[in-house]
Each structure stands twice: as structure tokens, then as C-alpha cells.
């Protein structure tokens, strides 16, 4: 009953999501209150409902119920209680249900909270958001219904794919939801602008709030991703351009690009047609690298099912969305008023580089993804596009942006003044250099590129730092008064200064990870040691182990330095019995920022296994950094002016403002 | 009936969703919906203020943006004044009603009926275990048993009660596997031990091999009146080629028996069998007791196939890793009796070309054949 019960109110969401994209709209267009105020209470109950049906999905996981065929097909009854509950999205149904969840969330959010939007606004943004969720809930029954019954159940189900048995499922692909859906509701507010031909500053500081809310959970998605990969893949490596992880990124480039000239039309009421058709074209992304994992035209661990039929709706859903809102957007932006006009060397100059270069690396991104996906179809000609492509247009793109990070908040607005903005970067530029000639002192010459990528790295963080430093004018206040000053900084401002800072600490794990990395693949007998990096590590021994649901052949290595034990590991190589599928599990010992990284081969015959031995400094700093970036979200999302909207008592106001300013 | 009942609950809930916000006065809602940028623009002003204050911007560029953002809050303000007062019309209104009264319910309701499963019953695997064991199918016990068993590994009594179970539904590895365990964990017991060496039998499509020889002349020393392991013995005296010797055990076998025990056809059968045509000193894969059994109750086209299967499965061994020269004659008979001669006639020419080096074999081979008027 209860099975059947999620099943209806999936339905009924669905039902009620065509309420939800009508009755708004209709009501604003007819300039109707009553009709407008639907939206609000629909779109919570909408989410409501959903998440009912999500819930009676993880409860029939959790009791694998085998009369439900999404249950027999990724669940076992020896599976540990939280593989089965992250097994609700580890499949094509569920994580689709997953998806459709967090569409609806967004909507209900902005129902919730959206208090401060004009009603004709947030009715046609949850309007549009209803066309989404529609559309993706009646993909959902009609070739994906995660609720198909069996009248025979048997006892014991297929199992979830062993990759996937990890804790990083029950973390990543939630993340990377939020992220990538949260997009939708700029996309939605995006197509509602345009529709109710309002664009304006105060449409980029609404939409604000949302596209950090979204762009926060991506970057964490990713990085969660990364990592992830990282130690469950057992190569070693943490990026893999592989195209399901560039689906994520692209999202995540525009996204970022999207922020940053939202910032400018929010200021200057500038950049207003290329806002709006980077929110659609962020959207687009995250749609087209659905439809990409989704149809089956990749292959790879995400690609739950290759069903033709799901490739066809998905594409259906991509080129009406797609279509129809760039066909709106090429209708309605002609009648988009010039906005503010601003000088090359601004602070929107450098917003506009920043947009440039990311939509460039976007780009790049998409042609190498989607290049061999092409010329297989069309010229059945199979090549594959990996790092070297990727390295050579994505990263000469990235260093001019990188360089011009620091540049950008201390630039001002519509007129900005090179040299003296140059001055107040004088310390970072001074602490970059000083960088660069230590890595060379302790490197050597034989890598240049690795110091300098170093110097970039430090230069970005340092920069950040001048930027608070500068602002707050600690050298010509004195501290006590700085201090003051520091605390009284809008949190945006700290917001922007975090994030820039977390992006030199990914830069700096990425240059170090990558240049200075020190790699061993040995065949090691029991007693056995390898020497790395100042590091002896031996190998013990492999003995078999039982777990719930695998089998493994377990390794045990001692690591010493100066013969002092400082830690010991134990990667494994586990067989998934129902599946009969392998997966390695990768030792890790975290020292500082750094990493040793031991991965088990085949075994030989005689007790001997192959080893790969990695030390990769400061790698840890590539998540840590990303971390930081979404702290910086977070941060600049709690600023205290984005809330405002309902007018607050003049009184107050005045106080706050007052406080600000000291 | 409960299913239904909750069901329109939700649907109502659902649709008060709607009903109500329709239902509320205009009034409340249209102050200050407007004044939503008025605020933005206001904010960004104070924003000015206090950059300009700190010394971020100069006199001038706060000007210039102080002019610009103010041009945009009285932009706001005017369209603010120029709006219509979002009154509702009752006709859309009622419209908005109707759609939540009786769309969506029909709607919902109706789509549900096409895609669900009304009345199927949720079916937890710990629900399904647990259940009165009169109500539960075979595969349910025996997948409850085998839960027991995987806690308590050293539950002999458990292995012993499986095993039969295992053996009936096919799987006679598992079944020799379990008869392991309950005569490892509780002691040879001579039932047990024929058991198993019948599961081996069964599970090397009739070949008694030399775990099930074994486990059969334990199960023998422990029990000499037993039947069951000697006849098992007897025909793997007959596999293993020892004619003489199997045609002895069979005629001990027969002699104590009683006339009406369901084996004695099986094993007149053999030993006629033995007795009749074969060669001395091949070995030879006969089908099992229990296949033989079987043969007989089943229908006359369903043993034809039976017989070709196996006809088949000969052939096909022989083609692929050769065999002795009665295992051919084994199958050029078996065609003549199929009355099948082309067959035959290709199995002769195979055997021809196989024992070539070998003109004593072929010549049985031969001898055997023109026989059968080959």
C-alpha cells in the first residue's frame, strides 16, 4: 500500500505541476492577484508530495521490498544500511526522482522565501519551473517509473553497481543535484524576465541569492566528485576530462560566468542580454549533460541504463526547453533598453574579461566533450579527446584569467585606474615573485612551468588578501579602527575575497599535485620495501577478508620515515559477489596537505602484488580550496542586503546602515 | 479501503493548495508587492552612502551613481503608479476552482489507474520471512533457512534439513555442499552420505565420481544392507568399465530384492545392459537411475527428446574431445535406434577418421556397426 501510495502522490505532483505552470502565468498576464497567489502554495505542496514519493522509494530500499523492479535491480538484502538508502539514486529511476526533487525544492524555496519578489515575478518564475518539473516528472512515468511493480517477486535483487557502494554516493550525487538543478530557478526567473519584459538591477539582485545557492553546491558537488574518484578508481589521478564529469563542469563555468555579470547588471544595469542568456545557456548545459549521461550515448559508471527511448524524451525535453527559450529570448531582447555604459579598465571591463575567458574555456570544454560524440555519429569514426586537449586550450585559457583575478575587485566601477590598482596588489605581486624564486630554489630548473604555476597560485590568494587589506585601509586607520572597518565589510565583499582565495588554493594543489607528484609501480613481496619521497613503505602482506557483501584481498603496508612507524595502510581489492564486478579501495595517508597514495594491483601467484606508490603533495588543497570557494558562496549569500525587500522601519535601516559605514 | 481513503485525502490536500490562496481577499497581498524594487534601489543607494564613506569611491563616481541608481528608483516608482490594482475577475476565478475541484482529482486519479498497481500489497523482505510458514512458498523457506545458516554456520541439523530441500529444487551442488556440512558438524550418518554422493551424481549429469564413490562406500562400510549405495557403486563399477565386476554387484544386489522396490527396473536394466552388448575394459556414461526413472513416466514424445538430448550431448563430447570406442558404438546405435542412419552413417566415418592409428579399436567399432546393418 505504501509503495502504491508513492506512486500516486508522484502523479499528483505531476498533476499538480501543470496547475503550477498555468494558473500563475495566466494570472499574470491577466494582471490577476488571486491567480498569481497560487503558485506559492502549490509549489510547496508539489515539493511536499515528491518528497513523499522519494521517501516510500528509500522505504521500500531500506525494506527491500522485491515486489518493487527498481528495488530488485539495484538493491540486496546484505547491503549495509546506508548503501541502501544512497542505492535510492544510485540508478537511473531514482537519481532521476532525485532530480525531480530538487527542481521542485527550488521552486518551493522560492515560495517559501521569495517573499521579496514582485508577485507577477515569482508567479511566472515557479510557473516556468512547473513546465520543468512537468516535463521531467512525465519523463519520469513514462519511461522511467521508479514505482514498476512485479507480481512475482524474487528473493534476493541484483545489487547496486559495487562503485557505487561507497559513502561518496550518499554524498555526491546530492550535491551535484543541487547544484546542477538550482540552476533551473535562475533559468526560470531568466525566462519570466523575459516575459514579463522586466530586466533590470533589481531582476539581478533576486536571481542573485539562487545562482549562488546553486553554484555553491556545484562547486562542492565536483569537488566531492573529484575526490571520489580519486580514491575509489584507484589511478591515482582526481581529474579525468572525462564527459560526464565535464557535464558537471560546463554547468559550473557558465555558472560562474553567469555570477559575475549578474554582479555588473545588478551595479550598472549593464550586460543585461548577457545575463539572461547565460542563465539559459547554464540551464542548457545542465540539461544537455543529463541528456548525455542519461541517453546512453556515453558509457561510463553514471550511465545507469542505455535505454533509447529515455535518450529520445530527455533530447525531446532539451530542444523544447532549449529552443523555446531561446527563441523567446531572441523575441523579447531586442526590446531591451542599453544599459549603463562603462570604460575598457573597469571594474566591469574586468567582469567582462572574467566572462570572456570562462565562456571561452566553456566552450573548449564543449567541443572536446562533444567533438568525438559527433564525428561518431556522424562519420562512425571513434576518436577520444583526453587531457592533452583539454590541457592545451582549457589551461592557456585559465592563466590570463587567473592573472587578472586579483585585478578586478580592486578596480572600480564605470572608469577604473590601472596603476593604482596595480599599487595596492604591489605586496601580492612582490609575494608571487618571492614564490616563484623560492619553488625555483627548490626545484631546480629542470620544471618551469611548475614555479610559475606556484606564483599564480600565490598571487590569486594574495591578492584576495590585499583586496580585504586595501578596503579596510588597516596602514592609514591604525588597527584598532581597521579592525572595526573589517568586521563592518559587507559579507559580499568577504564573499568575493574567499572565494578568489579558495581558487589560488585549488590552483596551488593542482600545480603541485601535477608537477611535483613522485609515482612507484613496483611488484612487492611480502616484507618487501620501496622508498618514495622519503617515505619507506613495506608491504606485510595480503590475506583475504569477508565483508557483507564482497569479498577482498586486503594488503597491509607499514609506512616509516627514519625507520620510525608513521602509519600503516590497507588498500584492498574487493569482488562484489552478486555482481561479480572489482573495485579497488585505494590507502591514503594525509600528512599536512599531502598525500601517500597506495594502490593494489594484480596479485602474482607467490604472495607478490603490484603496487602503485603515488606522493602527491599538497593535493589535498585542489578540495580544500574548492571548500573554501563555496564558503565564499555562502558567505556572500548571507549578506545582509540581499535579504532585504519587505521594507524594513526606516529607524532601523538608518542604524544599519549607519553601522556599515563606520 | 484505507489505500482510498488516504488517497482522497491527499487529493484534497492537494487541492486546497489551490482553493485556498484563491479564496483570500485581494487586499492583503497588494501592498507593497511593487515597492519590491523601490527597496532594491533604495538599499543600493544606502550601499553608496556607505562606499562613498569609506573612502572606496570618490565624490564624483558617487554622484554619478547616486543619479543613476535614483533614475531607476523613480522609473520604479512610476510603474509602480501606473499599475493596474491586480483585481480578479470571478470568471477566472471560478475557472481556477473548477480545475482544482474536479481536474485535478479525475486527473490524478485517472493517470494513476493506467500507470499503477491499486491494491498490490507492499511485500518487505523481513514481512515475507517472518511470515506463518504455511503461507510461504518453498523458495521463501528455503531462503529463510539459508539466512539461519549464514548467522549459525555450525547448525548441522540445519544443513541436514536443506540439503533434501536443495536436491529437489535442482541445485545439487549446494545440496552436496550442505550434506558436507550437517556430516562434518553432527558425523557420518549413512543416509547422509548416500545422499551426497547422489547430489555429486546428479550435479556430473550422472557420472559418479570419485567424492561420490567415496562418500557411497563410507555409507556402504557403515550400513551393508543398504541398497541405495551399492546400487550407486554398482553403476559406477559400470562406468569405470569393470563389466564383470558391476555385473556381480548387480546380480548380489538382485538377489536380496524385493521384487517390488521401485530400483530393481533400473537395475535389470543395467545389468542387461552390461551383460548384453558391451565391450569389455571401455568406460561408459550411462544416465542415472533417476533419469532413467523419470524416462519412464514420462510422455512418449517427451522421452523421445529426453533420449535425443542425451544422443546429442554424446555426440557432441565425442566430436569435441573424442572417447573410447564403446562410447562410439554407444552412439551409432543409439542413431540406429533413433532410426536415424545418416547420422549413424557420419558417426561411423568420424569414428573412422578418429581411430585411424588404432585398426583394433576400429575394427570394433566396424564389427559393431555392420551389426546394426550399417
Known amino acids: ?662 | 479501503m484505507l489505500f482510498w481513503i488516504l488517497i482522497a485525502v491527499l487529493t484534497g490536500v492537494a487541492a486546497l493548495s489551490i482553493l485556498v490562496p484563491l479564496s483570500r481577499s485581494d487586499r492583503a497581498r497588494t501592498a507593497g508587492t511593487v515597492s519590491a524594487d523601490e527597496a532594491v534601489y533604495r538599499e543600493q543607494l544606502s550601499a553608496i552612502e556607505s562606499e562613498f564613506e569609506r573612502g572606496l569611491i570618490d565624490a564624483e563616481a558617487a554622484e554619478a551613481a547616486r543619479t543613476e541608481t535614483g533614475r531607476r528608483l523613480l522609473a520604479a516608482h512610476d510603474r509602480r503608479a501606473g499599475q493596474a490594482d491586480g483585481a480578479s475577475r470571478g470568471g477566472r476565478i471560478r475557472t481556477a476552482q473548477v480545475l482544482a475541484l474536479l481536474g485535478l482529482p479525475v486527473a490524478a486519479v485517472g493517470l494513476y489507474l493506467v500507470l499503477g498497481a491499486p491494491g498490490q500489497p507492499d511485500l518487505p523482505l523481513a514481512q515475507r520471512l517472518n511470515a506463518p510458514a504455511e503461507q510461504q512458498s518453498l523458495e521463501v523457506l528455503v531462503a529463510r533457512v539459508e539466512r539461519h545458516l549464514e548467522q549459525n554456520p555450525q547448525d548441522g541439523q540445519g544443513w541436514s534439513v536443506i540439503a533434501p530441500v536443495y536436491l529437489s529444487l535442482g541445485r545439487a551442488q549446494a545440496s552436496a555442499k550442505a550434506y558436507a556440512n550437517a556430516l562434518r558438524l553432527l558425523g557420518p550418518r549413512q543416509d547422509w552420505l548416500t545422499d551426497m554422493g547422489e547430489a555429486l551424481t546428479i550435479a556430473n549429469q550422472g557420472l559418479v565420481t570419485a567424492d561420490a564413490r567415496s562418500a557411497f562406500e563410507k555409507a556402504a562400510a557403515l550400513d551393508a544392507s543398504a541398497v541405495k549405495p551399492r546400487f550407486f557403486l554398482a553403476i559406477a563399477l559400470g562406468q569405470e568399465g569393470k563389466t564383470a565386476e558391476a555385473i556381480a554387484a548387480w546380480e548380489t544386489l538382485l538377489e536380496n530384492a524385493d521384487e517390488t522396490a521401485a530400483w530393481v527396473g533400473a537395475a535389470r536394466q543395467q545389468l542387461a545392459g552390461l551383460r548384453g552388448n558391451q565391450p569389455a575394459g571401455a568406460p561408459q556414461r550411462g544416465p542415472t537411475q533417476e533419469e532413467v526413472a523419470a524416462s519412464q513416466d514420462m510422455a512418449a514424445e517427451d522421452r523421445q527428446a529426453m533420449i535425443k538430448d542425451m544422443v546429442a550431448g554424446l555426440a557432441g563430447r565425442l566430436g569435441a574431445e573424442g572417447g573410447s570406442a564403446a562410447e562410439w558404438t554407444q552412439l551409432i546405435r543409439a542413431y540406429m535406434v533413433l532410426g536415424e542412419r545418416e547420422k549413424a552413417e557420419t558417426a561411423l566415418a568420424e569414428a573412422e577418421v578418429a581411430y585411424e592409428g588404432k585398426p583394433e579399436d576400429l575394427s570394433l567399432i566396424k564389427d559393431a556397426a555392420s551389426q546394426l546393418g550399417l
Open chain 1, 1 to 662: 500500500m505504501i509503495v502504491e501510495l508513492g506512486h500516486f502522490t508522484l502523479v499528483l505532483a505531476f498533476v499538480l505541476t501543470l496547475v503550477q505552470s498555468t494558473v500563475p502565468l495566466w494570472g499574470a498576464l491577466s494582471r490577476d492577484d488571486r491567480l498569481m497567489a497560487v503558485a506559492p502554495p502549490v509549489s510547496v505542496m508539489t515539493f511536499l508530495l515528491v518528497l513523499v514519493a522519494f521517501l516510500v522509494l528509500t522505504v521500500a530500499y531500506i525494506s527491500s521490498d522485491f515486489s518493487v523492479l527498481n528495488v530488485i535491480e539495484n538493491s540486496h538484502s546484505a547491503k549495509p544500511l546506508i548503501y541502501k538508502i544512497s542505492g535510492v539514486w544510485g540508478n537511473h529511476e531514482g537519481s532521476m526522482l532525485l532530480w525531480v526533487l530538487i527542481l521542485v525544492f527550488f521552486a518551493a524555496l522560492v515560495g517559501l522565501f521569495g517573499g521579496n519578489l514582485p508577485t507577477d515575478l515569482r508567479a511566472v518564475t515557479l510557473a516556468v519551473q512547473g513546465w520543468v518539473s512537468a516535463g521531467f516528472i512525465l519523463f519520469l512515468l513514462a519511461t522511467s517509473n521508479p514505482f514498476t511493480r512485479v507480481t512475482n517477486p524474487p528473493l534476493e535483487g541484483a545489487d547496486l553497481n559495487p562503485i557505487l557502494q561507497d559513502i561518496g554516493l550518499a554524498i555526491h550525487p546530492p550535491l551535484l543535484y543541487i547544484g546542477y538543478v538550482g540552476f533551473s530557478i535562475t533559468f526560470s526567473f531568466a525566462i519570466a524576465a523575459l516575459i514579463l519584459g522586466r530586466l533590470d538591477a533589481a531582476w539581478a539582485r533576486w536571481v542573485r541569492p539562487w545562482t549562488l545557492l546553486a553554484w555553491c553546491f556545484l562547486t562542492l558537488g565536483i569537488a566531492m566528485g573529484s575526490y571520489w574518484a580519486y580514491y575509489e578508481l584507484g589511478w591515482g589521478g582526481w581529474w579525468f576530462w572525462d564527459p560526464v564529469e565535464n557535464a558537471s563542469f560546463m554547468p559550473w563555468l557558465a555558472g560562474t560566468a553567469l555570477l559575475h555579470s549578474a554582479i555588473v547588471m545588478e551595479k550598472r544595469e549593464a550586460l543585461k542580454v548577457w545575463t539572461v542568456l547565460l542563465a539559459i545557456f547554464t540551464f542548457s548545459l545542465s540539461l544537455l549533460g543529463t541528456f548525455l549521461v542519461r541517453s546512453g550515448v556515453l558509457t561510463s559508471v553514471h550511465a545507469f541504463a542505455t535505454d533509447p527511448a529515455r535518450g529520445v524524451f530527455i533530447l525531446g525535453l532539451l530542444c523544447f526547453f532549449i529552443g523555446g527559450s531561446l527563441s523567446l529570448f531572441a523575441w523579447r531582447a531586442s526590446m531591451l533598453k542599453q544599459g549603463g555604459l562603462f570604460a575598457p579598465i573597469s571594474r566591469e571591463g574586468g567582469l567582462v574579461l572574467n566572462n570572456l575567458f570562462l565562456t571561452a574555456a566553456c566552450a573548449a570544454v564543449f567541443v572536446g566533450t562533444l567533438y568525438p560524440l559527433v564525428l561518431d555519429a556522424v562519420a562512425g569514426e571513434k576518436i577520444s579527446v583526453g587531457a592533452p586537449f583539454f590541457n592545451l586550450t582549457f589551461g592557456p585559457l585559465m592563466v590570463p584569467l587567473l592573472i587578472a583575478v586579483p585585478f578586478g575587485p580592486v578596480l572600480s566601477w564605470k572608469r577604473g585606474d590601472l596603476l593604482a590598482a596595480t599599487q595596492r596588489l604591489y605586496a601580492a605581486l612582490a609575494l608571487a615573485l618571492a614564490m616563484v624564486l623560492f619553488t625555483f630554489w627548490l626545484w631546480g630548473m629542470e620544471k618551469i612551468l611548475a614555479p610559475l604555476g606556484v606564483g599564480l597560485a600565490v598571487w590569486v590568494m594574495a591578492g584576495a588578501v590585499a583586496e580585504i587589506v586595501t578596503r579596510v585601509k588597516f596602514l592609514s586607520v591604525g588597527p584598532k579602527r581597521g579592525f572595526d572597518r573589517l568586521v563592518g565589510l559587507p559579507r559580499s565583499a568577504w564573499g568575493t575575497a574567499v572565494a578568489h582565495f579558495g581558487l589560488g588554493v585549488t590552483v596551488l594543489g593542482i600545480v603541485t599535485a601535477s608537477a611535483f607528484q613522485e609515482e612507484r609501480i613496483e611488484t612487492m613481496r611480502p616484507g618487501d620495501t620501496v622508498n618514495l619521497s622519503g617515505y619507506e613503505v613495506t608491504f606485510d602482506g595480503a590475506a583475504p577478508r569477508r565483508g557483507p557483501n564482497y569479498t577482498e584481498e586486503v594488503g597491509h603496508f607499514t609506512i616509516r620515515t627514519g625507520g620510525v612507524v608513521i602509519s600503516e595502510l590497507d588498500p584492498s581489492k574487493r569482488v562484489y559477489t552478486a555482481r561479480q564486478m572489482p573495485t579497488t579501495e585505494a590507502g591514503i595517508y594525509t600528512t599536512g596537505f599531502s598525500q601517500l597514495y597506495l594502490s593494489m594491483g594484480e596479485s602474482r601467484g607467490d604472495g607478490a602484488v603490484d603496487v602503485r606508490i603515488y606522493f602527491k603533495p599538497l593535493i589535498t588543497l585542489i578540495w580544500i580550496g574548492c571548500v573554501v570557494m563555496a564558503f565564499g558562496g555562502a558567505l556572500s549569500m548571507a549578506d545582509r542586503r540581499l535579504r532585504i525587500g519587505a521594507p524594513k522601519p526606516a529607524a532601523r535601516r538608518k542604524a544599519a546602515v549607519a553601522a556599515a559605514a563606520e
